[in-house]
């Protein structure tokens, strides 16, 4: 089945600076890609998402990069600020089980803010 | 309001009992799923089901049963309960295959 590999655990940068977690996975079938945001004590809360092909989206301070052909997935925060502070989690769907498909997700990265 | 409820947010649970967690959802959403997540293993896929059909198993044990009453509803069943049980359980949804969106959780601890 499919193995997903998050990169790196644990990640600390100072405020403004920029962050970068990247997600490798094996089964090249995949086509759903999710990025979302765990803080302490709370749910999941999806950040991005970017479908089967190579493709660069962003969001507020967020761009995400899909490379299909190195079956990698990254998220990089361009300016982070003390609310970036969290889990991150990416998470990725073959889309094969008729519309109610399985993520399966990295192990995360807790990234910490320095002020 | 919130669009996804999971009752109950924490419970306490003696090993060998059975309990059953309660999930709802606003969302109009056709699939629902569940997923737990515990110190020793990160997020884990259960179930999935689509219009109240399971789609999708990826628990061995038949401790763990979800029943959907409603199109909306997705609970879980649990029997003979574990300490190794004890975990956060997440409901989620989606429209067919799209993003999923995820409940608040329940925190089950197995004494």
């Known amino acids: 089945g499919e193995q997903v590999e998050q990169r790196p655990p644990h990640l600390s940068v100072r405020e403004g600076d920029s962050a970068v977690i990247t997600c490798t996975y094996t089964d090249p079938n995949s086509y759903y890609f999710f990025w979302y945001k765990q803080e302490p004590g709370a749910s999941l809360q999806l950040l991005m998402k970017v479908f089967s092909s190579t493709e660069i989206n962003e969001g507020q301070g967020f761009t995400v990069l899909l490379n299909k052909k190195d079956k990698r997935l990254s998220l990089n925060l361009t300016a982070a600020h003390p609310g970036d502070s969290a889990a991150y989690f990416c998470a990725v769907s073959v889309g094969d089980t008729g519309g109610a498909d399985r993520l399966t997700f990295g192990k995360g990265t807790q990234l910490i803010i320095q002020p | 309001d919130p669009k996804i409820i999971q009752k109950p947010k924490y419970l306490v649970a003696v090993t060998g009992s059975e309990k059953i967690l309660i999930c709802e959802q606003y969302?109009?959403?056709?699939?629902m799923y569940w997923y737990r997540q515990s110190a020793k293993k990160p997020l884990e896929f259960m179930f999935s089901?689509?219009?109240?059909?399971?789609?999708d198993n990826q628990t061995a044990s038949s401790r763990f049963q979800p029943q959907s009453s409603k199109k909306n509803h997705l609970d879980l069943q649990i029997t003979a309960l574990k300490p190794d049980d004890s975990a956060t359980y997440f409901c989620a949804s989606s429209q067919r295959q799209y993003e999923q969106y995820f409940g608040p959780g329940t925190r089950l601890t197995v004494l």
């Open positions: 089901y689509s219009y109240q059909k399971l789609m």
């Open positions: 969302l109009g959403h056709n699939a």
